[in-house]
């Protein structure tokens, strides 16, 4: 059993050193900051503005936070693309024929981005948001930077699901990422408070990790309870393992059924 995890967790870091020297390549200091980094900076300020038009502190405060945060979620989905550059690169049928769990391989070659959405979210809290006026105590930063980076990882078990499902539907994986992050925007308390909707769509929303993470982040800025901080991040991570499992056990079924049909070409 030890054994076997650490086979694991060798090709995990084996994958993710694959992908951080392709990250490498495709961005440079220069095209992260001016490019990913102003296009997230620029989106928090518009639904920043957006609260200055209504007049309120109390809608800025709210879009800022969501938003920025927001930030990190966007950039943990490109990950639905993984499985389809693989399989366009003509990898994703050694990845299958592998003894190893495909599953396995794909988690370590994404880890790129949830961890940089997590920096490009920190960077939005910490520096754009005191503009708008929404601060935080010194003390509680290293707080918020663990949520965001639990939203980021959270978050990248959903998108590793619909990044498995994207491997049969190669044109469609950009549509199924954007959709998503607009229901996303739209349910879990980003733009307004999950109460807002009817109980049907509550409960969809409560089904995604970054509603209750939300949850944690507005909590600890308004100074509320541990314990209220506690559960919501407790749900965050239940939520995040468990679309984790959907997702290794839905992109083994995915294997299986492309090593049992030779599906696995490029043209897909």
């Known amino acids: 059993m030890t054994q ?3 086979h694991q967790l060798r090709i995990v870091r084996y994958a993710a050193v694959a992908a951080a020297a392709e990250y ?6 220069r095209t992260w900051t001016f490019g990913w980094l102003g296009r997230m900076l620029s989106q928090v300020t518009f639904f920043a503005l957006i609260g200055r038009l209504l007049g309120s502190e109390e809608q800025v405060r709210y879009l800022v936070i969501g938003n920025a945060v927001m930030v990190c979620v966007l950039e943990t989905m490109t990950v639905v693309s993984a499985g389809v550059r693989e399989r366009y690169d003509g990898t994703l049928a050694l990845l299958a024929a592998a003894p190893t769990p495909m599953s396995t391989v794909l988690f370590g070659r994404g880890l790129y981005a949830p961890l940089g959405g997590a920096l490009t979210s920190a960077v939005s809290l910490f520096l754009l948001a005191p503009v708008f006026g929404v601060h935080t105590a010194p003390a509680e930063l290293p707080v918020l930077a663990l949520l965001i980076l639990a939203t980021a990882l959270s978050t990248y078990g ?3 699901l619909l990044g498995s499902l994207a491997i049969g539907l190669p044109g469609s994986r950009n549509v199924i990422s954007t959709c998503c992050n607009l229901l996303a925007m739209a349910i879990t308390g980003v733009q307004v408070p999950v109460s807002f909707w009817p109980p049907w769509i509550q409960a969809i929303a409560s089904a995604l990790p970054l509603t209750h993470a939300l949850t944690a982040v507005r909590a600890v800025v308004a100074h509320d309870t541990p314990a209220t901080v506690a559960h919501a991040v407790a749900l965050t991570l239940l939520t995040g393992l468990l679309w984790l499992t959907i997702a290794c ?6 294997r299986r059924r492309g090593r049992r049909k030779g599906s696995f070409d490029y043209a897909a």
Not at 249 to 254: M, P
């Open 4 to 6: 076997t995890l650490l």
């Open 158 to 160: 959903f998108g590793l």
């Open 249 to 254: 056990l839905a992109t083994a079924a995915i």
């Open 24 to 29: 490498r390549h495709t961005h440079n200091w």
